[in-house]
């Protein structure tokens, strides 16, 4: 059963904006960290954003401060990253993913979620 959604992917020169949403369908997850991961070509997983579901914190990656947004919508069911001021560093297939905290985790910042993951929308930036 599809849990994770993903949508609103595309290309956009520099500077440009997107919204990314990632829909989740039959489980809330209530007190779950929830985030963003990206691949970019020929990289590693890179952790991105990330909330915590059950009291709104955030977490952002230092190369993303300031120009992205996290959020939830949860009469929506619904987690968004709002991306502005995009570089062609950006570019990347990005992935949402919940899981509940582990013990010893310090955040929700991180590409080692073992709940579900959604299948991931691409993002392109041009020069």
């Known amino acids: 059963q599809v849990r994770l959604v993903e949508s609103g992917g595309g290309s956009v020169q520099a500077g440009g904006s997107l919204r990314l949403s990632c829909a989740a369908s039959?489980?809330?997850?209530?007190?779950?960290?929830m985030g963003w991961v990206r691949q970019g070509p020929g990289k590693e997983r890179e952790e991105v954003a990330a909330i915590y579901t059950g009291g709104g914190i955030t977490y952002y990656a230092d190369s993303v401060k300031g120009r992205f947004t996290i959020s939830q919508d949860n009469t929506k069911n619904t987690l968004y990253l709002q991306m502005n001021s995009l570089k062609p560093e950006d570019t990347g297939m990005y992935y949402c993913a919940a899981d509940k905290p582990h013990l010893g985790w310090t955040g929700c910042l991180r590409t080692d979620y073992t709940g579900d993951w959604g299948q991931g929308t691409q993002v392109t930036v041009s020069s």
């Open positions: 039959g489980y809330t997850y209530s007190n779950y960290c």
